[in-house]
């Protein structure tokens, strides 16, 4: 078994070994990983945060031994970069712009440096709001994770991740944390509510904010009202989402 780390600010995790293939995820630097398959100029990767699995070109990432993996995953506290857009100083004197969002547990790995702010340990639930509202205006990106593209999952991943709280990739693998709320009124800010389409199949996730708000993505991080239908747009007046299910997870 092979084991690597994200050395860049960002790298596709595509469905196929192929450029031209879709986006399905994306790494964020410090990331570290398993490599289950290895081709020429692709690796077939699963994640050490959530278990996503994709594939990266070899030329973006870095090899690191089984040790260090292991080191990653038993590490207490992970340091994550808080940083709306921060920069790392690499070995030669170039500094690399990161984002919010990104692991920055052993720069000094990579023989790079970070004097940027770090967050760590669990947050009050108050305080995945104030991340929330960070992402405003984000605009949608599918498999994207950061302030410059991201999507519904996503969103709510990297706000519960900086938090210091992990939450599965996809709508539909998240919908199945936490503990599902009877009524819409039960809710609090930080609760997530998740949307199916007309087939029943969850595809759609946001946070709950007070007053029947929700923060979520719909062509861009916007803040919507929500009641026991769903997602209202005042804007265009229609329910974009159909609710599903409201879940507790912390």
């Known amino acids: 078994m092979q084991y690597g780390i994200c050395p860049l600010s960002i790298v596709p995790i595509r469905t196929n070994p192929d450029d031209c293939a879709e986006m399905s995820s994306q790494l964020l630097y410090g990331e570290h990983f398993k490599v289950l398959e290895s081709r020429k100029k692709w690796s077939r990767i699963r994640t050490a945060y959530d278990k996503f699995e994709g594939w990266i070109a070899n030329n973006q ?10 080191e990653l995953e038993t590490l207490e506290t992970q340091k994550i ?46 305080s995945l709001i ?13 498999g994207g994770k950061t302030p410059f593209g991201i999507d519904c999952s996503g969103f709510t991943q990297m706000v519960y991740k900086i938090n210091g709280y992990v939450l599965a990739r996809t709508a539909m693998e998240q919908s199945k944390q936490g503990e599902a709320l009877s009524f819409i009124e039960e809710s609090e800010p930080g609760d997530l509510a998740f949307f199916d389409d007309n087939e029943g199949v969850i595809d759609h996730v946001g946070i709950i904010l007070q007053d029947n708000h929700i923060i979520h993505v719909n062509g861009h991080v916007r803040i919507d009202r929500i009641d026991h239908t769903g997602i209202f747009n005042t804007e265009e007046k229609l329910y974009t989402h159909q609710l599903r299910v409201i879940k507790k997870v912390i």
């Open 130 to 142: 104030n991340t929330a509202i960070l992402y405003l205006k984000a605009p949608f990106l599918a």
């Open 61 to 70: 990432l870095t090899f690191i031994s089984e040790p260090i993996y292991h």
């Open 81 to 126: 970069c808080a940083d709306l857009i921060s920069h790392i100083c690499t070995h030669d004197g170039m500094l690399l712009p990161i984002l919010m969002g990104s692991m920055v547990n052993a720069p000094a790995l990579l023989e790079h440096s970070f004097e940027g702010n770090v967050c760590h340990g669990h947050k009050p639930k108050e």
